[in-house]
């Protein structure tokens, strides 16, 4: 897919390089729907970098486009706290501190948790197979160092769980805290190397097949925690000291 660089996004002072993904807009979506749906990506992919300065002025530059539908991006994402309108009207991405990563880890075990076993009952047998092709994409992508793919396919796996509950109304709120966590999970992702111990969605998918909601809710927690979650207060703060 084309992509595009710029330096220097906010300010000469933001040494930061942003690299996104310019794609051709879908048919029938609108360009503030796409422009969203871009910068949204982005950052879940950790392309914006906690505390990150952005301006409408230089996203409609990097995205070549107007800046009426970048600003109503960055009011969405704001309203979503994947970014934040500081009183000087300066747009930022949210800083991460071992207190915030612990709240929005604790949030994530417990809605998350909650939407899988909800969802337990509606997942079929061949729901599980397409489980168990992303799981070995996500593996293959650890294997390659393939950070995006990684982080997509780690999601699309939870994703589709908890979306076959056709009552969720979770996913909204458990994006958010994705939304929150991407422009730190990049960097820990890089700084802690193999840190999979065990693979939880082996674990998912035998308590999915076993229709067991209690090992279900153990493996989903313990994908969490295994992962960034596992990071005490010293090892956040030295990861973003050296990012």
Known sequence: MPSTMIKN?????DRTQLMMERTKRPD??????????????????????????VTIRGLAELLETSPTPVREALRRLSS????????????????MTPARLEELIETRVELESFA?????PFIADKLID???????????????????TQIR?????????YSANPDNVTMPM???????????????LREMGDFYKIDRHKEAVSA??????????????ADVRDGVGQLGGDAVATILSES
């Open 130 to 148: 397409e489980l168990e092709e992303i799981d070995a994409r996500v593996d293959q992508a650890v294997l390659d160092g393939d950070r995006d």
């Open 80 to 95: 979503e706290n994947g970014l934040e309108l500081l009183p000087n009207r300066r747009i930022v991405v949210p800083t």
């Open 9 to 13: 996004l906010a300010n000469p002072a």
């Open 116 to 120: 899988a076993v909800r969802a337990l």
């Open 28 to 53: 029938g979506v609108t360009t503030q729907e796409h422009i969203y749906a871009l910068l949204r990506d982005a950052i879940m992919l950790g392309r914006f970098r906690p505390g990150m300065s």
């Open 208 to 221: 999915l097949r076993a229709r067991d909601p209690e090992l279900l809710r153990a493996a989903i927690e």
């Open 153 to 161: 396919h780690n999601q699309l796996f939870h994703r589709m769980i």
């Open 174 to 188: 458990v994006e958010s805290v994705w939304l929150q966590l991407g422009p730190f999970l990049r960097i820990a």
